[in-house]
């Protein structure tokens, strides 16, 4: 019996051996199947990677912004005091018409120029030089044709977190006294170089707030507060360095809230001593920081006649309804080439 036992246990073991060899070829076969045709796994942000990346090179923006007149060319006449009056309630707008206004109490604490800044003469720094040659003019927001003090009214409700100041008082007057100052010279119509925000191009895929708040902790927190709640001055009746949110903050009404002209604003002005041409932020920097920051918890204002004309919303506007099948959620954070694609009218046919 012997001598036939032993080949049957070398054929068992054989054909055990043949099984684990045919297992372990599925196996591999398995593996390079799902890797070559199954879903991709989504790469963990490098957020520390980012936060921590240097200035960029200067960018393509070499020329001087269009300098503001000299204040010290302002006539020393009732003209010129009211158009004096406007800029000092733009530059310290808390002052006069914040939580301790001299004047009244409308407005959060935060100055117009804390947005505007340098009393919106700064380049690309949401710049005023144009207001005057372009207003009045038809907002698709509003769907109305909108005045100056329109325009300063919104961002005393949106930007401030208040309410405006009357149209005949002599706060309105004066600040659109300082505007229409500010813009002299300028054609009707025409924008100059350094208005408004740069331009920024898109990511190719979502702004992420993950990456973003990396990012703030290593170049915003120093100056903002680790829970974004600013620094105020010594009189705690100004800001040095604004709320980024918080009840302090602007409302998820204002521009800023939208994250591509926050993210123009941080490229060109942000952290401090940063500029237009000599910017201290990547573009994905600026990018993730925005979607971190307009992540955060604000004050919520109701625009329930914004964007009559759903159409017209811009591609990141982050409150549906919309006139295109994207979710809100690519409609707050991207990525918006799809969506702007789908916006874009069909090309003429040749």
């Not at 068992?12 to 591999?28: I, P």
């Not at 120029?113 to 949401?126: I, Y």
């Not at 100059?192 to 915003?220: H, M, S």
């Not at 980024?244 to 001593?273: I, T």
Request: aromatic share 8%; charged share 20%; with cysteine.
């Amino acid at each position: 019996m012997k001598p036939t036992e032993a080949p049957a246990q070398q054929l068992l073991r054989l054909v055990r051996l043949l099984m684990l060899l045919t297992a372990a070829v599925v196996l591999v076969l398995a593996v390079v199947v799902a890797q070559l045709y199954g879903p991709k796994a989504a790469p963990e942000p490098v957020a520390a990677d980012e936060a921590t990346q240097g200035p960029p090179p200067p960018g393509s923006y070499h020329r001087p912004a269009t300098p503001a007149p000299d204040t010290a060319a302002i006539p020393h006449t009732a003209a010129g005091r009211e158009i004096r009056y406007g800029q000092e309630l733009i530059a310290h707008t808390a002052l006069y018409l914040g939580p301790q206004g001299s004047v009244a109490s409308l407005t959060n604490g935060m100055n117009c120029q804390n947005c505007h800044l340098e009393a919106g003469t700064r380049g690309f720094a949401n710049n005023y030089l144009a207001v005057a040659a372009t207003y009045p003019k038809l907002r698709a927001r509003s769907g109305t044709v909108e005045g100056i003090e329109k325009r300063v009214a919104d961002c005393m409700e949106r930007s401030l977190n208040g309410r405006a100041v009357p149209d005949r008082s002599r706060e309105m007057r004066a600040m659109v006294a300082y505007l229409k100052w500010l813009g002299q010279g300028i054609p009707k119509g025409q924008k100059v170089y350094g208005t408004g925000l740069v331009k920024l191009p898109y990511l190719d895929r979502p702004a992420d707030p993950r990456i973003g708040r990396a990012v703030y902790a290593a170049k915003c927190q120093r100056c903002h507060g680790p829970t974004g709640q600013g620094q105020q001055l010594a009189d705690r009746r100004e800001y040095q360095y604004p709320p980024l949110w918080g009840p302090a903050s602007y409302n998820d009404g204002a521009g800023l809230f939208r994250v591509s002209n926050f993210a123009k604003y941080v490229k060109a002005a942000m952290p401090f001593g940063a500029t237009f041409d000599h910017p201290q932020l990547t573009d994905e920097q600026a990018w993730d920081v925005a979607a971190f920051v307009n992540s955060q918890p604000r004050p919520h204002l109701p625009t329930p006649h914004d964007w009559p004309d759903i159409r017209q919303k811009p591609v990141d506007y982050p409150f549906g309804p919309y006139a295109d099948a994207f979710p809100e959620q690519q409609h707050k954070f991207g990525p918006y080439q799809p969506i702007e694609a789908a916006h874009r009218p069909p090309a003429a046919a040749h």
